[in-house]
């Protein structure tokens, strides 16, 4: 207080007495929120007592960022504060908005190694309106189907649209910006094309061979889609679940439904819903099979396939042509599906759609879809399941022969020189390097499976730097996984195979490929003389019923030279040329 006894503060005391600097005191007094209540014959300012308060109120607005003019105006009562922080608010969370605009173009960027020149035209890919979006994703549509007689399709792609919500996360915003580069990569639009043009080559006919006409409209309001279900990867239309990994390779989005009449979401019709739960049986036991260590080319593949044939069948009524009971025709369709399916740049277009619109993504189809293709390749046609193969494997006798086969390949491995690494060998054009990498792989897959939970990193590098080490960890795992674990015992997947079986299997594998490592390094080649009869005999009871395929890990049998060890016996069955 002014020790004159009026009461009044001059500026320095009221900046003292609030800790607010002098120089914003004044500017905010020439601004009229703290108008002085008078002056000294020398013209300095005097506030009031009540100047403390309204300087309070005056510095707390200004720190939750309200600007000068609207602290007037509520301090001069034309506005309540209620209705000032809802106005400021509402600027703020714009502000927020702009913030993570900026944020994630900035991490998008960062990610992509973008060059400068990319960023303003990163930036206004953000800021686009809904309908601008809609129009990116049209073009895109329309130009990548140009001329190809699919109508449901092109509608179907066209009814998904990329709807950011009103406040997108930067999850969002990033997904919204690799989409819109996404679409202007050929090999999208070349994708694309190709399942349209399959969706027009099998779509259900109505008509003359030879003649396209637009799938006529069902009693729901909605094209008819001939039977075809959508495919892997797609985010499901409204009311829909999700079709994780569905068997049909038309990749087609559900036909855009009328909904005028009604603000219920529609039910997938009958077919779609026999379609979805056929997408899911084949995703689950797709990755039951992978997780039991089920080859596909082996015989227990062959009840799977069964399985999963008989329950697609009805989902074709209405395709050209329908295969009605399971055999070379109705494998060779499925399998011609799921091939045109196996699009990762069309999976990646909706994963980003539904990470655009925030719809859940739809399980991952790689695992079961790259099973079940290499099945149907390796079993074109249906057999009866001999389950002898699975007899025969006592336990103790195969870890006996694993052992064995694994200490004299660690031996080979050990010999291989750096330079090595890049040699041929017999086995599939992989050079000596791909062929330690699968060896390792063999021992890691079974090492999880053992542990009960299967690997699905196969493409990655098992090696490293150091082979030989890489290589024998991989030994000792697999192992104390077989012993620790009890799997030698037990059983695995919904036909019961054998664990012993999958452990077999894995000594035919290691015994085979390190006859195509002694190939290839000069070695010799007689592995194992004490294991390699019993796995050879393994291998004929394994393998000797399942077609030597495309799809088959094994080439068809080749003749042995006369007097060839069991090892070379061996590699001649599983396609090899021991001559």
């Not at 207080?1 to 001059?10: A, V």
């Not at 105006?73 to 969370?93: G, N």
């Not at 800021?127 to 509608?155: H, K, M, N, Q």
């Not at 779509?203 to 892997?232: F, I, K, L, R």
Request: with cysteine; hydrophobic share 40%; net charge negative.
């Amino acid at each position: 207080m002014n020790e004159d006894g009026t009461g009044l503060l001059t500026i320095g005391e009221l900046a003292r007495l609030t800790g607010v600097p002098v120089k914003t005191i004044r500017g905010w007094s020439d601004r009229d929120l703290l108008p002085p209540a008078a002056r000294t014959p020398a013209g300095y300012r005097l506030y009031g007592p009540d100047a403390p308060a309204r300087l309070e109120i005056v510095r707390s607005l200004r720190e939750l960022g309200i600007g000068l003019a609207d602290i007037r105006s509520v301090l001069h009562r034309e506005y309540t504060v209620a209705e000032t922080a809802a106005q400021w608010a509402d600027a703020l969370d714009a502000q927020i908005r702009t913030l993570r605009l900026r944020s994630a173009v900035l991490r998008s960027v960062a990610a992509r190694g973008s060059a400068a020149e990319e960023l303003p035209y990163m930036t206004e890919l953000a800021r686009l309106s809904a309908r601008e979006r809609r129009l990116i994703i049209t073009d895109f549509v329309e130009d990548a189907l140009d001329g190809v007689d699919a109508p449901a399709y092109r509608s179907g792609l066209l009814a998904a649209t990329p709807d950011l919500p009103d406040d997108p996360t930067p999850e969002q915003i990033g997904a919204w910006l690799e989409l819109a580069a996404l679409v202007r990569e050929p090999e999208l639009r070349t994708a694309l094309r190709r399942l349209a043009e399959y969706s027009a080559r099998t779509a259900g006919e109505s008509h003359a061979p030879g003649e396209t006409h637009a799938p006529e409209e069902s009693q729901t309001g909605e094209p008819d889609a001939m039977g075809e279900p959508p495919a892997p990867g797609k985010p499901p239309a409204p009311g829909e679940p999700p079709a994780p990994g569905a068997p049909h390779a038309t990749s087609e989005p559900p036909a855009p439904r009328d909904t005028r009449t009604s603000t219920r979401p529609p039910d997938p019709s009958a077919q779609e819903q026999a379609v979805i739960r056929v997408a899911e049986l084949m995703r689950v036991r797709g990755e039951a099979a992978v997780a039991a260590g089920i080859a596909p080319d082996s015989p227990a593949a062959e009840p799977v396939l069964a399985e999963l044939v008989a329950a697609w069948l009805p989902t074709q009524t209405g395709t050209a042509d329908p295969p009605t009971e399971d055999g070379p025709a109705a494998r060779a369709r499925l399998l011609e599906q799921l091939e045109t399916a196996a699009e990762p740049v069309v999976e990646r277009y909706w994963q980003l759609l539904c990470t655009v619109t925030g719809r859940p993504a739809p399980p991952r189809w790689d695992t079961a879809g790259t099973w079940t293709t290499a099945a149907l390749r390796a079993h074109p046609r249906p057999y009866e399941l001999d389950r002898s193969a699975f007899d025969g494997t006592d336990p103790e006798q195969v870890l006996r022969a694993y052992e064995a086969v694994t200490r004299d390949v660690a031996a080979l491995v050990a010999a291989v020189r750096p330079e090595d690494l890049a040699l041929p060998t017999p086995c599939a054009g992989w050079t000596v390097r791909q062929l330690l990498d699968h060896m390792v792989w063999e021992n890691l897959m079974a090492t999880s499976i053992a542990e009960g939970a299967p690997r699905a990193d196969h493409t990655a590098d098992h090696l490293g730097d150091d082979h030989r080490t890489a290589f024998a960890d991989s030994v000792r795992a697999a192992r104390t996984a077989f012993t620790g674990s009890g799997m030698l015992h037990r059983t695995y997947g919904p036909y019961e195979a054998p664990g012993a079986m999958i452990v077999q299997q894995v000594v035919v594998e290691l015994l085979a490929h390190g006859w195509d490592l002694a190939r290839a390094t000069g070695a010799p080649t007689g592995l194992a003389p004490e294991a390699a009869e019993e796995t050879l005999a393994a291998a004929r009871r394994i393998y000797g019923a399942a077609p030597r395929t495309a799809g088959s890990s094994f080439a068809p049998e080749r003749p042995a030279p006369p007097g060839a060890g069991a090892t070379d016996r061996l590699a001649a069955f599983l396609g090899r040329d021991p001559a």
